[in-house]
Structure formats: structure tokens, C-alpha cells
């Protein structure tokens, strides 16, 4: 069934294809954040601290708490994209997600935060992202983001990446090297001193320069013990994000980076975000510590040298 | 036509006929033909009103929809609260008529989205129902208003349909002076003086109810707490409304305004040890841009500078006008706690002499920590007089 929302003017070609399976459950022994069991999968953690602009150092402890989950994440998103080729639903990219959590003790920190329904977001085409998993086969030529995040030992690790389904157009190609670069070049500009307010400068020139526009409603954030905390890091240029960067600071940089223009416009879900006019979108993250000198990936690949799974296809 | 006071538990809040919108509980949503948004042709004001129960916000914002009959306004009751509800009414005022409308609060991920969930909310409101002329969000009497204009204070390039226009707090002429007063333990604010701190206009009300010296007092002390704020007084909260809409308090539209807005500010000795106060400095010269964003920072995230008595000074509201090397216009400078924002205003320095003025409110402020390290760090080119 492609049409729960009858009289919805859809921006691009893709579609929700019902029903979802019934939300998958997760065994009692593994450790479960706060939200999982509101109804409304409300976080209260960070509704206390929400509207604070105070970022947590990370003590030597927690530090390794966060390295540990975050190498976690990136095993199960090497799962993931194992799995993408034509005729592959999202659906069964989710429960390979959702299974990989599971057997190495992690809760898939999506699954029910603030309701959402599965365990990980798989965005395609003109989906920017929070994507929801479902019955739709991938085609060949488009373009899919697999969002990973989970929560292991009181911690959340977090991370994603675009890869291509099949043989993809050049345009495509280009969208998501270039989005991959202005990740990579705001990493490199991480390190003690520098305003989280200066990463969209880096993001929105190196996408601009390529003719491509910057997704300004949905921002990288502080992360740790808490799915989403400050900072808030908006990837677009001139913006009023507060504090600078200090060793022990763990943040994500996520940049969609878009064909058209940038607005962006929600399904009647409530979650799935598409591009208003309808061209494609892409998008990287890596979750990161600030160190004395830097920044340490905390979710880089460990094999090829650390090159995005995308790059295998070029 | 009337806004009753209503519980937050309540839903219908008014006990006049209004007409109910179709029921949005199954109805999918419409989106309009016309995807294309360009950069906002015409932003909607939003004012903040705030102020302690009792002080005559409800009254207040009667009164603007009583006097503006012509126009589209909607009012907010209770601001948005504990972030639980999914809905929120709020009512709209046209033509003589008040009815309701809901604001649908989508949880969705408010975690990692930049703009607010209320905000998002009007603006999708606006988009399917049209938009209106004034937004108005009354805050309850302990919420930091502050916090409520930061939702509101939205980066230029978010294109939003709204803008914040100024906050406006109402107080009390028998009672404001009591609250203002009120000690609180543990080094809290007072909730009243940061009303006041961070007010772009001040209703003294009811000014009825008392003489001419306990008016003075008021006066005094709210000009003590804020140099800048604008005071008008009044009975009923009846109030020309050209003083409270269009307000323009955090845009460069009016910079020619806010330039002489700061030669007036007056500070005043502070009303009592700990309060809240303003103070104002200017200098002659040319600033490295830079230096001026290293110190504001210093200031207001990481909260660098003390007083003689080493308590770190806290600023609640900055505005000032300055002048950056290399650049012909007189630039604006804005903060709400730890918010600040440069914007270029149309006006040129041309001939003049270049004066940086600077205006802090907040706690612990002291002027010559504060002026020294500005000329030492931030002024590159000084100019004398």
C-alpha cells in the first residue's frame, strides 16, 4: 500500500510502502535507555537539560564508554551496507540492524525515541533523513543513507552513511562525494578553540562551491549518555551556535547536503523529512572527541584505510 | 470578546461563541500547490508579553485585539510549557471575531532539529491557514522570557516566516516594587527583575492605585535594572499600540533608533546589593571583528570576567552599536543570554567619529573590568574625540 495519506502532495517520486512490521522487541538483559519504555518515548534526561548550553567533559571513563559503543555502531553500519543492492527492502536492512544490535549487546537507539518505529533510518533520494524502514525494494540507481545509532553501557554511539544501489547517475555521484568531503574537511578543522559555529562556514562553502545547498533544519549534536545534548551544530554558514570546542567534548557532524534547493518539508508521519522541491539528498556522520591536538573518530571504519563504503563504487 | 485565564488543563478557553476549525484528528494534511518558498516575502512579529500574574497581561492583550479589529493577530496563552502536550491551542482574532486554532506539536526528533517545535508549529500553521499580521505569546510569570525568545530569535539564514519583535513585561504599580524587591535564596534571579532586565518596553499598570512618589519608586528602580527599556505608564493597560507593536528591538531596521536609544541610557546606582543592572560604555575607534567575538564570548559562554569582589558577572541582555575595521556601515550588536548576533545596519558611518557603544544588564557587572579589556584586546584603531 503506497498511499496512507490520501490528498498528500508527495515533493518527489519515492513513496512509503505499508504496512511495517510490528515494532521489534529487544531482549530484557540488554541495557535500555530512559525513552524506551515511555509511551511516548519521551527522553526525561534530556528534556532536564534541555535549552542548557553547557557541554560536558568527559572523564577518562566515559571517554572509553564512548569509544567502545562508538566502534559498535560502525561494525553494525559494515553490516548494513553489506546488504544494498537492487531488490533489498529497508525493512530487512533494519532487522539485519536490528539483529547485529542485539548480539553485541546494544539497544538500537531509535526504536521508540520519541515513537519512532524501527531501529535505524534508512533515507533514499529526496529523503534528506529519519527515513523509516519499510516494505519499498531498493531500486537500482538510487542513492540510500543508513543512520546507525546504539546504546551500549549507558552510552550512544552514532554515525551514517550514503551508499549507491546499483549503477547511479553522475549527478548522484557528485551529490554524495561532495557531502562526504564537507564532513571530512569540517573534521579537519576540529580541534580546542574553535567555535562549533564555525563548522557550517567550512560545510555550506564547500557545498556552494559545487552548486549544491546546505539542509539548515536539522543540526549535528553532543552526544554521550544522552542520544542528543548540546552542542547543537548547525551546518549552515552564519549561524548563533554557542561554544567553543575543549578537549572531551563528543559531538556528531552530519551535513545533508542537497541537490536543489534547501528547504525542507516532513511526511505526514512525522518523521520522514524530504527536500520541498523534490531533488535528492545526501548525507555523512561520523561521531567525535575532541583531543589536546584534534579530534579522534570515534566511529571510523577500521579496514580500507577508513574510506566511506561509497567510495568501493566510484 | 474576551481571553478568559485559563488552566493548562483546560482546552476551551473562552466563553464567547467561537467556531471551531474541522477536527485535524484524521484529516490527512493538505499541502499547498504553491511548494516554492522563496526568502520570506513579509515576516510576522512576534511579541512576547511577560510579567507576574495579576500584573494585566490578559488585560493587555485584550485591549490589542480589541483596538486592532483590522488586522490578523493570534495570541498564545502559557507559551509552550513542559514540551508533553501535542497540541496547543491558540487563538486568532480577525475581523471582530476570536476562535481557535491548534498547533500541532510534532514530537518527531526535536533533539537534532534547529528550529523549535512551536516555532515549527506557527509556521505550519501559518502555511495551511494563512498567515497573520502580529503573533502574541504571553509567558507565565516564572518562565525566562528569555528562553522564549531564543525559540523565536532564529538565525536570518533559517528564512523563517517570523521574527522576534521585542518582549514587553507588564508590572504591577502597587505590587511591582514588592517583587522587584524579593530576595531569593541561593543566588536565583529574581524572576521579576530579569522581566525587566530583558524588556524592550515596560507597562508600569495600574498606576491608579498608587501616589505619585510610590510611582517614582517604581519608575526609578525599573530604570535602575534596565537603561535602556522603554516605560510607558498605565491604567487598565491601555496603551497607544504604536508603542508596543513594530518594535524592531532585535533587527537593524531601526539603527539610527538604537544609536540614540544608547547615548540616553542612563546608569543609574544599582537599587540594591546583587540586583541586576545596567551598565554602558563607549569608545572612540575602530574594532577588529575577531577580537570583538573572542570577547563576547568570554563574557557570556564562558563567563571570564569578575568583579572587584570575584564573582564571574553574568549579562542577560547586550545591545550595542560599533564599528568594525574595514566596514562602512554602523554594525548592531544583540545578545540574550548566552545568544549574540552581529547584524549590519543600513546606516553609514561616513565622517563621524567612530563610537562603539556598549550596553550590558545582568549580575556582578562591573564597568571599568569590563572597559579595560575591551580597549585593551578589542580596539585596534583608537580615535580620540
Request: aromatic share 8%; proline share 5%.
Amino acid at each position: 500500500m503506497s498511499h496512507p495519506w490520501p490528498g498528500y502532495r508527495y515533493t518527489g517520486k519515492l513513496r512509503p510502502h505499508y504496512p511495517l512490521t510490528p515494532m521489534r522487541p529487544v531482549p530484557g538483559d540488554i541495557q535500555r535507555p530512559d525513552y524506551a519504555d515511555h509511551p511516548r518515548g519521551m527522553s526525561e534526561s534530556e528534556q532536564f537539560l534541555k535549552g542548557t548550553s553547557q557541554i560536558k567533559i568527559l572523564c577518562p571513563e566515559d571517554i572509553e564508554g564512548m569509544r567502545v559503543v562508538c566502534k559498535l555502531a560502525r561494525e553494525v553500519l559494515d553490516i548494513a551496507a553489506m546488504m544494498v543492492k537492487p531488490g533489498v527492502t529497508t525493512e530487512e536492512i533494519d532487522h539485519a540492524v536490528h539483529l547485529a544490535c542485539v548480539a553485541r549487546n546494544c539497544y538500537p537507539s531509535p526504536l521508540n525515541y520519541y515513537n519512532f518505529p524501527k531501529s535505524c533510518c534508512t533515507s533514499i533520494n529526496e529523503v534528506i533523513c529519519h527515513g523509516i524502514p519499510d516494505r519499498r525494494p531498493l531500486q537500482d540507481g538510487d542513492i540510500l543513507n543508513v543512520d546507525i545509532t546504539v546504546y551500549h553501557n549507558g552510552f550512544h554511539g552514532d554515525l551514517n552513511e550514503t551508499f549507491f544501489v546499483g549503477e547511479v547517475e553522475e549527478g548522484a555521484k557528485k551529490l554524495v562525494q561532495t557531502t562526504y568531503e564537507c564532513l571530512m574537511q569540517a573534521i579537519d578543522s576540529v580541534k580546542p578553540g574553535v567555535r562549533y559555529r564555525e563548522l557550517g562556514n567550512i560545510i555550506q562553502k564547500h557545498a556552494q562551491a559545487n552548486g549544491f545547498s546546505v539542509v539548515r533544519s536539522y543540526c549535528g549534536h553532543g552526544i554521550h549518555r544522552l542520544f542528543h545534548t548540546a552542542p547543537n551544530v548547525p551546518h549552515y554558514a552564519k549561524n548563533k551556535a554557542v561554544g567553543v570546542m575543549k578537549p572531551g567534548h563528543v559531538f556528531t557532524i552530519e551535513p545533508m547536503i542537497c541537490e536543489g534547493g534547501w528547504q525542507d518539508e516532513t511526511w505526514p508521519d512525522g518523521w520522514t523529512a524530504v527536500t520541498r522541491d523534490g531533488k535528492w539528498s545526501a548525507q555523512f556522520e561520523h561521531t567525535l572527541l575532541v583531543t589536546e591536538m584534534g579530534c579522534e573518530i570515534l566511529t571510523r571504519r577500521l579496514e580500507e584505510n577508513g574510506r566511506a563504503h561509497f567510495l568501493n563504487q566510484m | 470578546m474576551d481571553l478568559q485565564r485559563h488552566s493548562k488543563n483546560t482546552p476551551k478557553m473562552f466563553n464567547i461563541c467561537f467556531y471551531i476549525m474541522e477536527d485535524e484528528d484524521d484529516c490527512p494534511e493538505l499541502v499547498p500547490i504553491s511548494a516554492q518558498p522563496g526568502p520570506p516575502a513579509q515576516q510576522i512579529p512576534v511579541t512576547i508579553i511577560t510579567g507576574y500574574l495579576g500584573a494585566g497581561k490578559t488585560t493587555l492583550l485584550n485591549f490589542i485585539l480589541t483596538e486592532q479589529h483590522n488586522k490578523r493577530i493570534a495570541v498564545i496563552l502559557n507559551e509552550f510549557g513542559e514540551g508533553s502536550a501535542l497540541e496547543k491551542s491558540l487563538a486568532v482574532s480577525q475581523a471582530g471575531e476570536l476562535y481557535e486554532e491548534w498547533l500541532e506539536l510534532r514530537n518527531g526528533c526535536l533533539c537534532c532539529s534547529v528550529k523549535d517545535n512551536g516555532l515549527k508549529a506557527i509556521e505550519n500553521l501559518m502555511e495551511k491557514k494563512g498567515k497573520f499580521d502580529y503573533i502574541l505569546l504571553e509567558t507565565t510569570g516564572l518562565a525566562d522570557p528569555g528562553a522564549v525568545a531564543s525559540m523565536f530569535w532564529v538565525d536570518a539564514e533559517l528564512g523563517s516566516d517570523v521574527y522576534l519583535d521585542g518582549i514587553v513585561t507588564v508590572i504591577d504599580a502597587k505590587y511591582g516594587l514588592q517583587q522587584l524587591n524579593e530576595d531569593k535564596a541561593n543566588g536565583l534571579v529574581n524572576e521579576a527583575a530579569r522581566q525587566i532586565a530583558l524588556a524592550d518596553l515596560t507597562i508600569i499598570n495600574k498606576t491608579d492605585l498608587v501616589n505619585k512618589e510610590e510611582l517614582n519608586q517604581v519608575r526609578d528602580t525599573v530604570r535602575s535594572i534596565n537603561g535602556l527599556v522603554k516605560i510607558v505608564e498605565t491604567q487598565r493597560a491601555r496603551v497607544d499600540l504604536s508603542e508596543v507593536l513594530d518594535l524592531h528591538s532585535f533587527d537593524s531596521m531601526d539603527g539610527a533608533k538604537l544609536a540614540e536609544k544608547l547615548e540616553l541610557a542612563k546608569p543609574m546606582r544599582p537599587h540594591l546589593d546583587k540586583s541586576i543592572l545596567t551598565v554602558t560604555f563607549e569608545v572612540a575607534g575602530e574594532l577588529s571583528e575577531d577580537a570583538l567575538n573572542a570577547f563576547i564570548q568570554d563574557l557570556l559562554w564562558e563567563k571570564k570576567f569578575c568583579n572587584k569582589d570575584g564573582e564571574p558577572m553574568t549579562v542577560i541582555r547586550l545591545k550595542g552599536v560599533v564599528s568594525f575595521v574595514g566596514k562602512a556601515h554602523q554594525v548592531m550588536v544583540q545578545g540574550v543570554h548566552e545568544l549574540y548576533e552581529f547584524n549590519e545596519t543600513p546606516q553609514l558611518w561616513e565622517e563621524n567619529l567612530h563610537v562603539n557603544r556598549l550596553v550590558f544588564i545582568g549580575r556582578n557587572l562591573d564597568k571599568d573590568v569590563l572597559q579595560d579589556h575591551f580597549v585593551s584586546t578589542v580596539v585596534l584603531k583608537a580615535e580620540t574625540p
